[in-house]
C-alpha cells in the first residue's frame, strides 16, 4: 500500500439560534459526527453533523427530538479553516435560524496536559443544598474564547476535588506556553441556566509551578458580585494541584516508531462446520476456490500486513484430529511443523490452509484457551522490553459454538495485562451470543474467579453481515478497535515507540485502520 501522508486535524463544533423543543427550559443538544465512506481512499471524506436534543439516558437517538443536519466535506471545512452553514431538517427545509460553526485546526503537537484541582471556599449559588461546581478551560483564539474542556460535575460541595483530567496543549493554548487560558467555575443547574461562580486567567507558564506540595492557587473572581459588594475578596479559590505536560502518540506513531505488530492465526476445525467434501460445510472450498473461511483471512489479513515488517505470520487450527496419531489438537501448526509454525504472507497462510484440510479429520470440542494461551505467552516476553517495540494480534475464524467459555474467560482476562488483541470472526449462522459475551463492548469481562479484564481487547465480527459488501468494510469493523488498543496499552504502561517517529522517512497507509 503506498506511503501516504498524514494529518491529524481537531474540529471544534459549536451551534446558534437552535430548535427549542423543550418545554419549560432550554434544549440539551448533543452533536453526533458520521464519517461517509463511499471509497476506502476516498480523499473526499464526507462529514455528516447531526443535531438532537436529548430527552432521555438511551444512546439510540431516534426517539430524541432532531434538531438539524449538515453534510460537507472535510476538505471544505478544513479551506475555510472557519465554516458556518444553516442546519437544514430531513426534508432540506431550513431548521428555524439555526447555525452550525465547525473549526478545523491541524494537530502538530501531540503533547498533553494532565491536571489535578480543587477548590475551597466557593460561593453557594442554591437555596437549597450547595453549588454543583464545575470547570471550564478556554484557549485565546483570533475571534475570541474557544472552550477546550469541560471537567466533571461534582455536587452538593463548596470545597470539590474534581477527578483528575487531561486537556491536549494544542487545544489549549497552541503550543504557547504564555497564551492567556481562561478559567470559569460554575454552579451547575438541571435546566441548563448555569449559574457562574467566578473566572480567572492564567498561563501554562503559571499552571506548570503546580506540585502537590505548593499547588498553585487562583482567585475566582466574579465581576457582578464585585461591583456591587463593598469588600468583595472573591468567590473562591482554584488550587491547581498538577500541571504535567507529558508527549501522546497515536498509533501511527507507534508503528512508523518501529512498533511491530505480530499477527498470528487460529482456524476452527471442528465437526459442527460440516464434512468440508459437502458444499453446505463452511471448510467447503467452492469451483472458484472461496469459503468463509478464506475471505475472512484475505480481508483481514491484508490490511494487517502492512504493519507487520517480516510478514512472517504462525497459523494454527484448533479442534481436529491430526496425523499421524489422531489425537485431538486445540493448537496444531497449519504446516504440521510445530518447530516453525511460520506461513509467508497472507498468501502463505491460504495456502497451508488449503493443504492441511483434507488431511485433518474435524473433531471437537471447540476450545479458544489453548490458542489464546499460546499468543499471550509470546505477548508476556514482549512485557521484557522497556518500549512499544511488540504488540500481537490474534485471528481466531469460529463458527461460533464455544465449549471452555470459563477457561477462554480467563485466558482473555489475563491477556488483558499484556500487549495483546484478540479479533474473533464468526463464519455460518449459528448463535453467536457467546462471541458478543466475549467482546468486552457491554462493560468489562470478568473471569469465573471474579477478576475483571483490564482493559477491553476483544472484537467480534459476525461474517454474514458483510457477504455482500466490499472486502475492505469486514476490514474496516474488524480492526475499527485495534489502533485504540494498542495505544491504550503502551499508554498505560508509559511505553514510548523504539525511535522517535517524527525522525522516520515513511509509515504504512493510515487509511487502513
Known sequence: MATQCVTKVELTVSCENLLDKDIGSKSDPLCNVYVLIT????????????????????????????????????????????????????????????????????????????????????????FFGKSDPYLEFYKQTETGWQLAHRTEVVKNNLNPTWKPFRIPLQSLCGGDMDKHIKVECYDYDNDGSHD???????????????????????????????????????????????????????????????????FTVGIDFTGSNGDPKSPRSLHYISPQGVNEYLSAIWSVGMVIQDYDSDKMFPAFGFGAQIPPTWQVSHEFPLNFNPANPFCAGIEGVVEAYRVCLPQVKLYGPTNFSPIINHVARFAMQATQQKTASQYFVLLIITDGVITDLDQTRSAIVNASRLPMSIII???????????????????????????????????FVPFRQFQNAPREALAQSVLAELPGQVVSYFSIHKLKPPHDPESQPSAPSASAL
Open 39 to 126: 471509497n476506502w481512499l476516498n480523499l473526499l471524506q464526507k462529514l455528516k453533523f447531526g443535531i438532537y436534543d436529548i430527552d432521555n439516558k438511551t444512546v439510540d437517538l431516534s426517539d430524541d427530538d432532531f434538531l438539524g443536519e449538515l453534510e460537507c466535506t472535510l476538505g471544505q471545512v478544513v479551506s475555510s479553516r472557519k465554516h458556518t452553514r444553516p442546519l437544514v431538517l430531513k426534508n432540506n427545509r431550513p431548521a428555524g435560524r439555526g447555525t452550525i460553526t465547525i473549526i478545523a485546526e491541524e494537530i502538530k503537537d501531540n503533547r498533553v496536559v494532565n491536571f489535578e484541582a480543587e477548590a475551597r471556599k466557593l460561593d453557594n449559588k442554591d
Open 196 to 262: 457562574l461562580i467566578g473566572i480567572f486567567e492564567t498561563t501554562m507558564t503559571r499552571l506548570q509551578e503546580a506540585s502537590r506540595s505548593s499547588p498553585a492557587e487562583f482567585e475566582c473572581i466574579n465581576s457582578k458580585k464585585q461591583q456591587k459588594k463593598k469588600g468583595y475578596k472573591n468567590s473562591g479559590v482554584v488550587s491547581v494541584k498538577l500541571c504535567q505536560v507529558v508527549k501522546e502518540y497515536t498509533f501511527l506513531d507507534y508503528i512508523m516508531g518501529g512498533c511491530q505488530i505480530n
Open 425 to 459: 470472526i464468526g463464519v455460518g449462522g449459528a448463535d453467536f451470543t457467546a462471541m458478543e459475551f466475549l467482546d468486552g463492548d457491554d462493560g468489562r469481562l470478568r473471569a469465573p474467579t471474579g477478576e475483571t479484564a483490564a482493559r477491553d481487547i476483544v472484537q
